[in-house]
């Protein structure tokens, strides 16, 4: 059975770094394309960054580039995003999808692309 788990959220204070993981059950992730998505209060789900299964092409939200990175561990796996000098506008739940192996990374930005999602990991960004 498919299941996405994302993991290494928590309370972060403005300014501070997190690194999000996103490992899988019953799939390679190797073999997807694989986004991360985030969900304020009161807002609607939103893309951050995706990474091509192809060639590995990277995609990012222009509110975050130059301060998240995706990337992958093949050896075990997982699908990193690493966030550097986090704001009070990055508190959001964070989740993780796949999405086709064919994927181009056209419309990345858009949940529609992406089949399977985790259950999500809580960012709270407070002083």
């Known amino acids: 059975q498919l299941q996405l788990v994302e993991s290494g959220g928590g309370l972060v204070q403005p300014g501070g770094s997190l690194r999000l993981s996103c490992t899988a059950s019953?799939?390679?992730?190797?073999?997807?394309?694989i986004a991360w998505f985030r969900q304020a209060p009161g807002k609607d789900r939103e893309g951050v960054s995706c990474?091509?299964?192809?060639?590995?092409?990277?995609y990012y939200a222009d509110s975050v580039k130059g301060r998240f990175t995706i990337s992958r561990d093949n050896a075990k796996d997982t699908v990193h995003l690493q966030m550097n000098n986090l704001n009070l506008g990055n508190t959001a739940v964070y989740y993780c999808?796949?999405?086709?192996?064919?994927?181009?990374?056209?419309?990345?930005?858009?949940?529609?692309?992406?089949?399977?999602w985790g259950q999500g990991t809580r960012i709270p960004v407070s002083s």
């Open positions: 999808a796949t999405g086709p192996d064919t994927f181009s990374g056209k419309g990345w930005w858009s949940p529609y692309n992406f089949a399977a």
């Open positions: 990474i091509t299964n192809r060639n590995g092409q990277t």
């Open positions: 019953g799939i390679s992730l190797d073999n997807y394309a």
